[in-house]
T-cell receptor
Framework: SAVISQKPSRDICQRGTSLTIQCQVD?????MFWYRQQPGQSLTLIAT?????????ESGFVIDKFPISRPNLTFSTLTVSNMSPEDSSIYLC??????????????FGPGTRLTVL | RKEVEQDPGPFNVPEGATVAFNCTYS??????FFWYRQDCRKEPKLLMS???SGNEDGRFTAQLNRASQYISLLIRDSKLSDSATYLC??????????????FGAGTILRVKS
């Protein structure tokens, strides 16, 4: 499986500011995803990061709040804009493990733990 | 109704016990199925894929019943290190942009000595 790193690993931010999270993969991957895991909850997909085109957002998530970049096949960023305490969460990127097989498992980065004061 | 439902637990079991987790999914378009394990303050890690014929990996056995839309995970001879949250995950292929994973809320397992 791919090795995935995220930066920063954690941050404490003031409300109203923005934070950009980076996700780097050690090999080229077709699909990259961004998830949020709020305290005590399971993972919720924010968006699929598409290389060379706009990200595809899930219901309840919008580009103005969570702009995403995907400049190449190994890197993506997620920005959490105009933060409020409700944005305190773990943000995880993942990549599709598909190698032509049927089973499209995903592998996750270590996550970014965000606290908004 | 949630698309993937699991008993949240916690399941508190002694070392050496056998424990089973169940999961149901509502979308018949689901294509593939997984169990992930998540340790406290860590990212989810793939435990095993779930095949229609059932599959086994050491002490872990997964079963899928497509007719009932039901997935199970059996852990035999539980170890202390098995303590974690187990996430039932289903994959749907979306015509627009590829596949999407939908996560259950997770079942907490605590193995005690």
């Amino acid at each position: 499986s791919a090795v995935i790193s995220q930066k920063p690993s954690r941050d404490i931010c003031q409300r109203g500011t923005s934070l950009t999270i980076q996700c780097q993969v050690d090999s080229q991957v077709t699909m990259m995803f961004w998830y949020r895991q709020q305290p005590g909850q399971s993972l919720t997909l924010i968006a699929t990061a598409n290389q060379g085109s706009e990200a595809t957002y899930e219901s309840g998530f919008v580009i103005d709040k969570f702009p995403i970049s995907r400049p190449n096949l190994t890197f993506s960023t997620l920005t959490v804009s105009n933060m409020s305490p409700e944005d305190s969460s773990i943000y995880l990127c993942s990549v599709d493990g598909m190698t032509g097989a049927t089973y499209n498992e995903q592998f996750f980065g270590p996550g970014t733990r965000l606290t908004v004061l | 109704r949630k698309e993937v439902e699991q008993d949240p637990g916690p399941f508190n079991v002694p070392e050496g016990a056998t424990v089973a987790f169940n999961c149901t999914y509502s979308n018949s378009a689901s294509q593939s199925f997984f169990w992930y394990r998540q340790d406290c303050r860590k990212e989810p890690k793939l435990l095993m894929s779930v095949y229609s014929s059932g599959n086994e990996d050491g002490r872990f056995t997964a079963q899928l019943n497509r007719a009932s839309q039901y997935i199970s995970l059996l852990i035999r001879d539980s170890k202390l290190s098995d303590s974690a949250t187990y996430l039932c995950v289903v994959n749907r292929l979306l015509m627009e942009y590829g596949n999407k994973l939908v996560f259950g809320a997770g079942t907490i397992l605590r193995v005690k000595s």
